[in-house]
């Protein structure tokens, strides 16, 4: 996938209103493109997770399109968004989505297992970068939210992606964290030539953005 395209999207929650006075995303025409990072700065109720459901076809409560490579997405079959997501879409959600009761290997293994996109070495030296080495068979309800962040992040690399949407990445992390975080994401970013949007209220993830958007 080369671009997504949207065409005057708006929350259905906005109907009726104007658009958030001075948005760069909703009621215009933007495109996100494979190899570009973008950042969406946001404040709180503006939008900005429901931008990213929109992306991930998780949510259709919105007017206007989004287009993926020209083709309009609330038409796709939910085959068609199993396939993107485990070869073309990746995703960290802002509430992590892990299985608490599992560790930290487990949740990983479960995208991987799906994509088999990473050796198991491949994934220990991610988890050593992250500095959760160390909790790699602990049950992820014990760990901080903090550990809990890395620990998504590193099984959201675990598969094939042209974009790939991170929701408030580096929301609970410090300042060294996220920038290992970063350097991670951009590597594995530029060996798959893919693009990365980027929400953010206040904490932004540090990358070589090509535009900001504001919502």
């Known amino acids: ?15 009726g209103e104007a658009a958030p006075r001075d948005s760069g995303v909703w009621s215009q025409e933007v495109t996100f493109r494979k190899g570009e990072y973008c950042l969406l700065e946001a ?11 929109f992306l991930y076809g998780i949510r259709e409560d919105y007017t206007g399109k989004i287009l993926f490579d020209g083709a309009d997405c ?35 293994g479960l995208k991987n297992e799906l994509t088999h996109f990473k050796t198991q070495e491949q994934i220990g030296r ?7 080495a160390d909790k790699r068979d602990v049950p992820v309800e014990k760990l901080s939210f903090g550990q809990q ?13 042209d974009f790939i949407l991170l929701d408030e990445p580096v929301s609970h992390l410090d300042a060294a964290n996220g920038k290992l975080l970063s350097g991670m994401l951009l590597e594995e970013a530029q060996a798959q030539g893919a693009g990365i949007v980027v929400t953010s209220v206040g904490s932004r993830l540090g990358l070589p953005y090509h535009k900001t958007l504001t919502l």
């Open 1 to 15: 996938m080369e671009s997504i395209t949207l065409q005057r999207v708006l929350p259905c929650v906005f109907a």
């Open 43 to 53: 404040a709180s109720g503006t939008g900005k997770t429901s931008l990213c459901h």
């Open 74 to 108: 609330r038409g796709f079959s939910a085959a068609a968004w199993s396939g993107l997501r485990r070869r073309s879409l990746s995703m960290l959600f802002q509430d992590l989505r892990l299985f608490g009761e599992l560790t930290v290997a487990e949740n990983i």
């Open 126 to 132: 991610m988890l050593e970068a992250a500095g959760i």
């Open 149 to 161: 962040q890395r620990a998504a992040f590193i099984r959201c690399m675990c598969q094939p992606f």
